[in-house]
């Protein structure tokens, strides 16, 4: 038995080396732009400060700030592979996908391009959904909530892992139309499926949601609608790939034969 998996282990192997690779590479060459990518992380949180010192004159304008003296450049390094990973994500979903495809028949394998495109458009467009819609309701909330007691002071390493889980929760989330049509090409689900499931994954995503975004109720609350729009529409997705077949009413003529007998 462990002879007949040897090969797919080596194949795992092979495809997980590269995706490791080119996460290596794209950090490399993201640790150039490293300053850029912090302003970019942070200015949602300038943002929310400077807009809360505005319109509260109690409020106190706040601060980011380190802690220890080697925190910077370790959040230089995670900021750095945070955004090599998102670069090299069409790397790592092509190798996914090679990994599967010589299980497939050829008119499977032909949906590698939508399958990666696709993904890495979702992902892109989740984490999107996220930095422009949800941190910025989320950091004015929060911020509103205590900044006329306190000064808000927000260190740097805490704020860019809050921040990469809620970009990193989003962008998984939104890939369930690209997985639901995946498994819709195999077969594995229909539309029927799907609708008699929908009562059940309303409380899936809301635990999905507790689960990718941090332990708060309205970054839940925002990851679980746009959630549920998207499996309504992962349902019109499966339905033009894979529909349920037809439940064919018994003719008038076969109830005749069994009152007969």
């Known amino acids: 038995m462990f002879d007949d998996l040897r090969p797919h282990l080596v194949e795992l192997r092979k495809r997980l080396g590269i995706s490791v690779l080119a996460v290596i590479i794209m950090s490399i060459i993201m640790w150039n732009f490293h300053d850029a990518l912090l302003a970019w992380i942070t200015a949602p949180l300038v943002d929310a400060l400077t807009a809360t010192a505005k319109i509260s004159r109690k409020a106190a304008m706040g ?6 003296l080697s925190e910077a450049f370790f959040v230089a390094m ?7 990973l998102l670069l ?42 996220a930095y422009y819609f949800v941190t910025p309701i989320g950091f004015a909330f929060f911020i509103e909530f205590g900044s006329a007691s306190f000064v ?7 704020y860019v892992e809050f921040f990469t889980k809620i970009l990193f929760g989003f962008g998984l989330a939104f890939e369930l139309p690209v997985v ?15 609708k008699d499931f929908f009562r059940y994954a309303i409380v899936l995503i809301f635990v999905i949601a507790a689960i990718l ?11 679980a609608l746009p959630l549920i729009l998207l499996y309504g529409i992962s349902i019109l997705i499966v339905q033009a790939v894979n529909p349920a077949p037809k439940e064919e009413p018994e003719s ?10």
């Open 180 to 194: 639901c049509y995946f498994l819709a090409l195999l077969g594995l689900i229909d539309d029927k499926m799907m």
């Open 152 to 158: 808000p002071m927000y260190n740097i390493g805490e």
């Open 88 to 129: 090299a994500l069409p790397v790592i979903l092509s190798q996914v996908w090679l990994f599967i495809a010589p299980g497939l028949y050829t008119n499977e394998k032909k949906m590698m391009i939508p399958i990666v495109v696709g993904g890495t458009g979702m992902f892109l467009m989740g984490a999107a959904f």
């Open 252 to 261: 008038d003529y076969e109830d005749e034969e069994e009152t007969i007998d």
């Open 63 to 68: 601060m980011i700030v380190t802690r220890e």
């Open 213 to 223: 975004t941090p332990p708060d109720v309205i970054s839940q609350i925002l990851m």
């Open 78 to 84: 995670k900021v750095s592979f945070f955004a090599g």
